[in-house]
């Protein structure tokens, strides 16, 4: 299966900031909407951010609302996640999805075909 590839995880200060990308290089991003999901340990995995392929409408979850920001560059194929203000409670794997849908903002795994393996984000001091 086709997979996407996650990059920009890393250890974090509270309060910092990390930008995460997504791309893929055997297949376009830009047709198609991509959501971010992550998954603590112990917890099941949540939608936190989507993004319509012409990247207009965004959605993210309360969680992350006001301090993450998605966006996408369809040139380079590759799709952002740009996170300020993190928590230690941001402190998970976080996974970019290509939906099968090009206008679609929701975080319903049904609707994302493709997945990447996964960055790990640590937020501690």
């Known amino acids: 299966q086709l997979q996407l590839v996650e990059s920009g995880g890393g250890l974090v200060q509270p309060g910092g900031s990390l930008r995460l990308s997504c791309t893929a290089s055997?297949?376009?991003?830009?047709?198609?909407?991509i959501a971010w999901f992550r998954q603590a340990p112990g917890k099941e995995r949540e939608g936190i951010s989507s993004?319509?392929?012409?990247?207009?409408?965004?959605k993210y979850a309360g969680s992350v609302q006001g301090r993450f920001t998605s966006s996408r560059d369809n040139a380079k194929n590759t799709v952002y996640l740009q996170m300020d203000g993190l928590k230690p409670e941001d402190t998970a794997v976080y996974y970019c999805?290509?939906?099968?849908?090009?206008?679609?903002?929701?975080?319903?795994?049904?609707?994302?075909?493709?997945w990447g393996q996964g960055t790990q984000v640590t937020v501690s001091s």
């Open positions: 993004i319509t392929d012409n990247g207009i409408a965004t």
């Open positions: 999805a290509r939906s099968n849908m090009g206008y679609y903002v929701g975080f319903d795994e049904r609707k994302y075909g493709n």
């Open positions: 055997e297949f376009t991003l830009e047709n198609y909407a």
